[in-house]
């Protein structure tokens, strides 16, 4: 595909719910896929629809602060979580990255709480027997039991939706990445995430900040020297999942 016609491409819908976290590095992926993004920014009043609108073939879902449930704190997600669900029920692939990945689990019937542990900046994961299998995650480039991620979070899953599985883990954070259904998938980390974000991210200190027993600057410097290996890993994946959305948007017509 060469055109730019929205009639020609699959649209991915995109809940941005933090003005520090656009969909950057996915965001050039899925258009190099071939895909066009709706961009909707829930967090400064952007509608968020309830239900997948007919001309949407893909739901992507970022990161921000609030908790999955804190509704009061964030009185969207309560859309979020109602359009992920209508997405589930219709078959219309999702992918939620970090609060993203948490709001998919709650809208399911998880729950996310405080976690112990708080990972913040180049954080390693492994993949399942049930990930090795998957066919998105077996995309990730990178050894299955040592793939870099960034990470930023102190909630985490501690509950998944029935029927859930288990597709990337490691000691800290049990459920880093899981899939529902056939193409519903819920991401612990940032894989949108390039080094000049993380780098603003990191000036800033917050509460998982402060629990990490790191600093901004480690951090940042962590995930600067890790880019190359951290695009090469993610990257495949994102591009899997975008062929998700193409099978889907195929199949309607």
């Not at 970022?62 to 992920?84: E, F, K, Q, S, Y």
């Not at 998957?134 to 930023?152: E, H, K, L, N, S």
């Not at 193409?183 to 603003?200: K, N, V």
Request: net charge negative.
């Amino acid at each position: 595909m060469t055109t730019s016609d929205p009639t020609l491409h699959p649209t991915v819908l995109v809940i941005q719910n933090d003005p520090t976290d656009p969909p950057l590095l996915a965001g050039e992926w899925l258009g190099e896929a071939g895909l066009r993004l709706e961009l909707v920014e829930a967090w400064s009043g952007g509608p968020c629809p309830t239900a997948v609108p007919a001309s949407v073939s893909g739901i992507l879902v970022l990161g921000g602060t609030p908790n999955a449930h804190d509704d009061i704190a964030a009185p969207w997600l309560p859309a979020v979580r109602a359009l992920m669900a209508d997405a589930v029920d219709n078959d219309v692939p999702v992918l939620g990255l970090c609060l993203g990945g948490q709001l998919l689990a709650a809208a399911l019937g998880g729950r996310v709480e405080l976690s112990a542990n708080t990972e913040v900046g180049l954080v390693y994961v492994e993949r399942t027997e049930a990930g090795l299998l998957d066919p998105v995650m077996a995309q990730i480039d990178a050894p299955g039991d040592r793939i870099p991620a960034t990470q930023w979070h102190q909630d985490q899953i501690v509950e998944l939706p029935e029927g859930a599985l288990v597709l990337l883990t490691n000691p800290a954070c049990r459920v880093q990445a899981f899939r529902y259904g056939a193409s519903a998938y819920g991401l612990q980390m940032h894989p949108e995430i390039d080094a000049r974000a993380f780098d603003e991210w990191a000036t800033e200190v917050d509460d998982a900040l402060l629990r990490s027993g790191t600093t901004g600057a480690q951090a940042a410097a962590e995930v600067r020297l890790a880019q190359g290996p951290l695009v090469a890993a993610w990257r495949p994946m994102i591009l899997a999942w975008a062929d998700l959305v193409w099978a889907y948007a195929t199949d309607r017509r």
